[in-house]
């Protein structure tokens, strides 16, 4: 079993950064790809971006020039740095984890809000 704990998220103004991150326990040499997700009221979950083990990247389209993110195998972590903040990055960022099998995990969520 793997589990995911999430930390980093708040309250920010447009234009602000935040750095999320996820530390993966558990049967870690199960796990292949690590990502986020992210769910705003009213919306369904939707990818922001993923990493493999080999450090090979995917973002959404909204995310492209503005988010970052990067793993250290080491820690068993992963990273979400986000730059240039708008309202409509407002919600629930989910950490995601994929074992070599192909089970799915997922962290509780951390709230990210932009305001001003």
């Known amino acids: 079993q793997v589990q995911l704990v999430e930390s980093g998220g708040g309250l920010v103004q447009p234009g602000g950064s935040l750095r999320l991150s996820c530390a993966a326990s558990?049967?870690?040499?199960?796990?292949?790809?690590m990502g986020w997700y992210r769910q705003a009221p009213g919306k369904e979950r939707e990818l922001v971006a993923v990493?493999?083990?080999?450090?090979?990247?995917n973002y959404a389209d909204s995310a492209k020039g503005r988010f970052t993110i990067s793993r250290d195998n080491a820690k068993n972590t992963v990273y979400l740095q986000m730059n240039n903040l708008k309202p409509e990055d407002t919600a629930v960022y989910y950490c995601?984890?994929?074992?070599?099998?192909?089970?799915?995990?997922w962290g509780q969520g951390t709230q990210v809000t932009v305001s001003s």
């Open positions: 558990g049967i870690i040499f199960r796990i292949n790809t």
């Open positions: 995601n984890a994929v074992s070599v099998v192909g089970t799915t995990h």
């Open positions: 990493i493999t083990r080999g450090s090979s990247t």
